[in-house]
């Protein structure tokens, strides 16, 4: 008997039909160890040594005494996480935490590309022992991005009130998104005359470009003055215009390389309107397995990759396939060769591709969700495609003059005389090129008419905002991050509140934009681009056995602590000054250039003569006025930029925070949606009543930016009163708490998880809800007594290693050392809440 270790239930369920009696599949749910919260990481005083600390989960616990009972019935374990860094180390962790109590040379490690049986079976010939360097670049990275965010994060909180977390990597990505927000912010529109010139050759309809007037080479801005724009209509109204010249030529259009992690995550978001997470969510149900007519398949390669290869095996039958379904002239007549142009591309992996080709996306549609089936479909098309044949274009420029050779115009006309790869698409572009009808006969000297010609008043545009899309593509190019760590990075930003989500585009949100400011007047050499893709390459080093990792690590705390020791020694005021000398001469600068920071100038305030500056608060930066007590004008960074200085943004879509909904037809108040530390909450009312105003958090499920009165006017009446508990006169509640919904009776709190709405659930099922976890094993040792001030109990629980720990609700709170945790007292409880707060 042997055993296999995977990552989730999901593979373990697909690969055991696979194997067969002589094995036992079991799954460690990701990972279950990680570096302890408290001194995870440790270095020495004089910077020569890192250690690192490592607690296990529970569930992680009960999967390793699983195991260790079972150990001596196993021939091998085999560890057959996925095939990366985060796989490889999840196995070390494994064989780390076995290797006492069970013969280290049972373990073998095993990969495969994609979870099909020829795979799997495969794998296990060229079994070996854990990749001592790829595990050595996992321990630098966590170590890394461990001593940055537990050590900057008490700076932030001190220095930025109403900060949450920073991140080594993702406080770079939202460098990235500032900086595109000021270049958008200090834009200033250009006017200019766009001429469209209506005409036809031949009785065909043909719109043409004007190239040169009177001498001159004419581009996009070229017509500033209406004035000049009017007297080429005037020549193009008066003069007889023939075709000088054709140039012909013929386009060949190579199909694109199969995706990789980055170029998937940027089509399905600009095809499909999928965020990078979401792409990579399904992407991993594909790779898992999907149940087809009964059966476990896995539909395609390993999604995380940074190569655009294939192997010769998959090519052998793409090749065969496209024969077979579009003919011999679909077929090149050797197969297409991608080569990546990254450096630290890991060829070794193949690009993502379905996993049997022959599984067309149609015959399988009614089997997957509509998401499944929509990436599914992407993926198959481009990887079928990347292994057919150029297309081709016949493309036609005409260069039209007139007699007076006073202006010059031309067109550009393309035909597809073979479409190649594209018959795969059914003629439908995936790239940007236009098909324009092609204008047969066409020969020099024809006469061109022109119909109309209209005068357009336009303006530039703002630089475009950057989506899912555009920032991964952009993260790639400055070398930040790797494949797999391009999602995480984004969904962090967000969680995090630092950027908000506006349809498909990133916007940058006051929290963020203070929090960027500060980090690179003080951080600045730890948020430039080159360091961190100088680090990010010295991780490939180390997974190449060219570098040693706790040099690497140690090098970077060395410099790092100085610049964190030196920051929390700054007044506040300073870094608030800071702040403030940075942004305002953004914020306060008017069209023309000049920067007016009167209060006067920009609020109703004609008595004040105080300045307006950026302030830091609890929610944030925003904007107040040097008078205040006396002048208590304030307001939101971003509703400044939006409603008081637009400058550019005519019909920019901003959505900023608080975001007034409507008002509540019960209270008369109004109802808004508010950005806190902690993420989305709706209030009722406003600060300035005299009752408090009520606030309920927001659910994840609800979306922040489109919510509206109907929904939020539920929510704000939460808690609920669903009934009373049978044969009680207790009532049975559903509210809203910090891990999310729940309904509760009593001390009894059972969550909702995803299968109840709070706004839908009934009585019956909150009931049913609560019979569940009332009758569910319990370790709860006893009760402790009642907080003074909160009047909530206090139960002392006992964890499965033995360490007790007490539960106020449903918040766990860890004993400190220096108590005895079977005898602790409510005082203790007391002490212990204040010394955490």
């Not at 054709?246 to 170029?263: G, V």
């Not at 390993?302 to 998959?314: E, F, G, H, N, V």
């Not at 989500?501 to 007047?521: A, E, H, M, P, T």
């Not at 309920?696 to 009934?723: E, F, R, W």
Request: hydrophobic letters at 35%; one cysteine or more; a neutral charge.
């Amino acid at each position: 008997m042997n055993l296999l270790v995977v990552e989730s239930p999901a593979k373990a369920k697909t690969i055991n039909k696979y194997l067969g009696n002589d094995f036992e599949v079991i799954a460690t749910v990701g990972h279950f160890r990680d570096l302890a919260k408290k001194d995870g990481v440790k270095v020495s005083d004089d910077y020569s040594d890192v250690e690192l600390n490592w607690e296990t989960t529970t569930a992680g616990l009960k999967m390793l005494e699983n195991i260790e009972k079972k150990a001596n019935g196993y021939e091998k374990i085999y560890l057959a996480t996925d095939p990366d860094r985060e796989g490889e180390a999840i196995t070390w962790h494994l064989v780390k935490s076995l290797e006492k109590k069970i013969d280290k040379e049972k373990f073998e490690r095993i990969t495969f590309n994609e979870i099909t049986k020829s795979a799997v079976i495969k794998s296990f010939d060229d079994a070996r022992k854990v990749d001592d360097n790829l595990v050595s670049a996992y321990l630098a990275r966590r170590s890394l991005d461990y001593l940055a965010g537990y050590s900057l994060s008490p700076v932030l909180w001190r220095k930025m009130p109403g900060s949450r977390s920073a991140g080594r990597v993702q406080s770079v990505a939202v460098r990235l998104i500032y900086e595109k927000e000021i270049e958008i912010e200090q834009f200033e529109p250009e006017k200019f005359y766009k001429l469209n010139v209506h005409g036809q050759i031949n009785g065909a309809k043909l719109d043409t470009t004007i190239t040169t007037l009177e001498g001159q080479k004419v581009d996009k801005l070229f017509f500033k003055d209406e004035n000049l724009a009017n007297k080429a209509k005037k020549y193009l109204n008066s003069n007889n215009f023939f075709i000088k010249k054709i140039e012909e030529k013929t386009i060949f259009r190579k199909p694109r390389a199969p995706f990789n992690t980055s170029t998937l995550q940027q089509t399905a978001n600009s095809q499909l309107n999928f965020s990078a997470s979401q792409t990579m969510t399904i992407a991993q149900g594909l790779y898992m397995g999907v149940d087809i007519n009964k059966e476990t398949i896995a539909l395609i390669t390993y999604m995380r990759t940074d190569s655009i290869t294939l192997s010769k095996d998959s090519i052998d039958i793409l090749r065969e396939n496209i024969q077979k379904d579009y003919g011999d002239k679909y077929l090149p007549k050797d197969p297409v060769e991608y080569k990546s142009k990254k450096k630290n591309a890991q060829e070794a992996h193949e690009a993502i591709r379905p996993t049997d080709i022959s599984i067309k996306p149609d015959d399988i549609k009614q089997f997957l969700s509509e998401e499944q089936f929509k990436l599914y479909d992407l993926i198959w098309k481009r990887t079928i495609a990347s292994q057919m044949s150029n297309a081709q274009t016949n493309q036609n420029s005409l260069q039209i003059e007139c007699e007076e050779q006073n202006i010059t115009l031309k067109a550009t006309l393309g035909k597809l005389i073979f479409d190649g790869y594209k018959k795969v698409y059914n003629l439908q572009e995936e790239d940007e090129e236009q098909i324009i009808s092609l204008l047969d006969n066409l020969k020099e000297n024809d006469k061109y008419k022109v119909d109309d010609v209209e005068v357009l008043e336009s303006f530039t545009s703002p630089p475009s905002r950057y989506t899912d899309a555009s920032l991964v593509k952009k993260l790639e190019e400055l070398e930040i991050g790797r494949p797999s760590t391009y999602a995480s990075i984004i969904q962090t930003i967000v969680n995090r509140g630092y950027v908000l989500k506006s349809g498909k585009s990133f916007i940058l949100n006051d929290r963020g934009r203070v929090v960027n400011v500060f980090l690179c007047n003080y951080f600045k050499k730890f948020l430039e681009y080159k360091f961190t893709a100088d680090l990010e390459n010295q991780l490939d080093d180390v997974a190449a056995d060219k570098a040693e990792w706790k040099k690497i690590v140690l090098n970077f705390w060395k410099d790092f602590e100085f610049f964190i020791n030196e920051v929390m020694g700054k007044p506040n005021r300073e870094v608030i000054d800071v702040i403030n000398d940075e942004l305002s001469p953004v914020i306060f600068k008017k069209i023309g250039g000049d920067i007016d920071i009167k209060c006067s100038s920009w609020a109703n305030t004609e008595n004040c003569d105080g300045n307006l500056g950026v302030k830091v608060g609890k929610m944030g930066g925003f904007i107040g006025c040097s008078n205040y007590p006396t002048c208590k004008f304030t307001i939101s960074i971003g509703a400044f930029v939006k409603e008081i200085n637009p400058k550019n943004r005519e019909g920019d879509e901003i959505i900023t925070f608080p975001r007034a909904l409507g008002i509540d037809a019960d209270s008369q108040k109004e109802i808004s949606v508010h950005l806190g530390p902690y993420g989305y909450y709706l209030q009722l009312g406003k600060e300035m009543d005299e009752e408090k105003p009520k606030r309920v958090t927001l659910p994840k499920h609800y979306d922040q930016n489109t919510i509206g009165m109907n929904i939020a006017s539920q929510l704000i009446k939460l808690p609920i009163t669903l009934g009373n508990y049978p044969n009680t006169e207790e009532p049975v509640i559903t509210n809203i708490g910090a891990y999310g919904p729940y309904v509760k009776y009593l001390d009894i709190y059972a969550s909702l998880g995803k299968r109840f709405d709070v706004l839908e659930i009934g009585l019956d099922q909150a009931i049913e809800l609560i019979d569940i976890k009332k009758n569910k094993p319990t370790n709860k040792v006893r009760e402790i007594g009642v907080l003074k001030r909160r009047r909530q109990k206090a139960n002392l629980y006992k964890g499965k290693t033995g360490k007790y720990y007490f539960k106020i609700g449903i918040m766990n709170y860890k004993i400190p050392p220096d108590y005895d945790g079977e005898n602790l007292t409510i005082e203790d409880v007391e002490k212990i809440l204040k010394a955490n707060r």
